[in-house]
């Protein structure tokens, strides 16, 4: 998996979680992992009319889209539909990755993520999570950190 490969190659450390059934929401992953849906990151998928957006949040926040645009510089921004998911990111509902490898996509993440001491990313493949430290994560990220909380 080009996540686990990645962390790896960047010398963070980090813990597989098999789950026993495919996530779709975060509410899926608490239920099926037992952790906190505040430590759950959620990597929602948006189409703009510049670019694509993914953002990286906590499972009890939503992202206010007023804020998005603001960042983004766009003035139309949606949720992406699920088979768009798939063509922007290569990645199903359930198991999207912060470290989307194209980079045509804006990449942003919560800034509110980094008061969580650990947390659990989408790897890539729908039954598998990653769990990690909050800063080691900041120290790889590769994108836009900025509020973009309801």
């Known amino acids: 998996m080009k996540t686990i490969k990645y962390l790896r190659n960047k010398g963070i450390r980090f813990k597989i979680l098999h ?28 189409v703009g009319e510049k670019a694509p957006v993914i953002v990286v ?17 766009q003035d139309y921004i949606k949720v992406a539909k699920p088979e768009e998911v798939v063509s922007i990111t290569g990645f199903n509902i359930g198991g999207v990755s912060p470290f989307v490898q194209n980079s045509d996509i804006k990449k942003i993440i919560d800034a509110s993520v980094f008061k ?21 994560l900041k120290k790889i990220w590769d994108g836009i950190i900025a509020d973009t909380l309801d």
């Open 19 to 46: 789950l026993k059934e495919v996530p779709k929401t975060a509410q899926d992953v608490e239920r099926i992992y037992g952790c906190s849906l505040h430590q759950i990151l959620k990597t929602i998928v948006f």
């Open 57 to 73: 949040l906590p499972g009890d926040k939503k992202v206010n889209i007023n804020k998005l645009k603001e960042i983004t510089k």
């Open 116 to 136: 969580i001491k650990v947390v659990n990313i989408g790897s890539g493949k729908d039954d598998v999570g990653i769990e990690l430290n909050s800063m080691d």
